[in-house]
Every structure is written in C-alpha cells, then in structure tokens.
C-alpha cells in the first residue's frame, strides 16, 4: 500500500486582507502570484465575488 504524505506550508502576508482577495480572486491576475506557471492566461470575467460556495 502507498504511503500518504501530507505536505503543508504557511506565509505571513503583511497586507489587508481586501487586498489578498482583490489580488487572488481575479484569475487573470494567478500568474503573479503563483509560482508554478500553471495558467498562463484566463477569460476575463471569472472574478470570484465572496468566500464560500457558490451552490
């Protein structure tokens, strides 16, 4: 049987949190912040408006 890993890691951000959502809920703006160069671009209009779940 495999062997389950958990990996976790945790950073301090010195900026309000409107300012962290504003940055992360815009898909569009995931290739500055995210490192892995996952997405490269994305559709405009994909803006996640709240915290939570949408159904």
Known sequence: MAETKVVSAEQVVAAPAEVI??????PARQPEWDGND??????????????????
């Open 38 to 55: 996952n997405l490269l671009q994305a559709d405009s209009g994909q803006r996640v408006r709240a915290a939570g779940r949408s159904s």
């Open 21 to 26: 959502f504003d940055l992360i809920a815009d």
